[in-house]
């Protein structure tokens, strides 16, 4: 029996809490800000509007909101003027195989006029480049510098680095180790 008046008692005191609580102090005017605030930033307005809220008149709530909401409905806003570029929209929608036969129609008939590639001999080693010298290579490359020759009947064409092996017995070359 006493658990039963104790929850009827519970039940009734948070009742009376939940009629008692309001509101913190202020939330009603921050309510009233924030919206002014917000639609000052998001709807341009011609002009900076004297301030809505002002705290040492006391007005009832409901006066304030009424007042912030006509002001709100009936001041000029600002409309920038109509773009003056107006893009060209495209209302159908093209055919792509259309458009991907015909392209690939282009590249056969380009594939069918390019002109061979004609290959160019080129020569690795020219006597019109110098060979790569360090510092540290000078003193190797004055001591190995030596003649080798050997002979044959037909000149070869420059005298790049070719081993001994390549070369046959009637052979004339000069190179350079």
Same mark, same amino acid.
């Given at each position: !029996? ?8 519970? @039940? ?10 309001? $509101?913190?102090?202020? !939330?009603?005017?921050? $309510?009233? *800000? &924030? +919206? ?17 809220f002002?705290?040492?008149?006391? =007005? ?6 009424? +007042? ?5 409905? +009936?001041?000029?806003?600002?409309? &920038? ?10 209302? &159908? ?9 015909e392209? $690939? ?6 594939? =069918?006029? *390019? ?8 020569h ?10 360090? $510092? ?8 190995? =510098? ?18 001994? &092996? ?5 052979? @004339? ?5």
């Amino acid at each position: !029996m006493t658990a039963e008046i104790r929850a009827q008692t519970k @039940s009734q005191r948070t009742i009376e809490l939940l009629l008692q609580s309001r $509101e913190p102090f202020g !939330m009603k005017d921050h $309510e009233i *800000r &924030s +919206h002014v605030q917000y639609r000052i930033r998001h709807y341009p307005t011609c002009y900076s509007p004297k301030p809505t809220f002002q705290p040492h008149i006391t =007005k009832s709530d409901h006066e304030i909101r009424s +007042h912030v909401q006509y002001r709100i409905r +009936h001041y000029p806003t600002c409309y &920038s003027p109509k773009p003056t570029f107006q893009p060209h929209i495209t209302k &159908s929608v093209p055919d792509f195989r259309a458009l991907q036969l015909e392209f $690939e129609s282009h590249l056969h008939n380009a594939r =069918k006029s *390019r002109p061979s590639t004609v290959v160019q001999p080129f020569h690795f080693h020219n006597s019109q480049f110098s060979k790569h010298y360090c $510092e540290n290579m000078k003193t190797y490359q004055r001591r190995s =510098k030596h003649k080798i020759t050997a002979t044959k009947t037909t000149k070869l064409s420059s005298p790049a680095k070719t081993s001994s &092996s390549r070369l046959s017995s009637n052979t @004339s070359a000069t190179f350079i180790v």
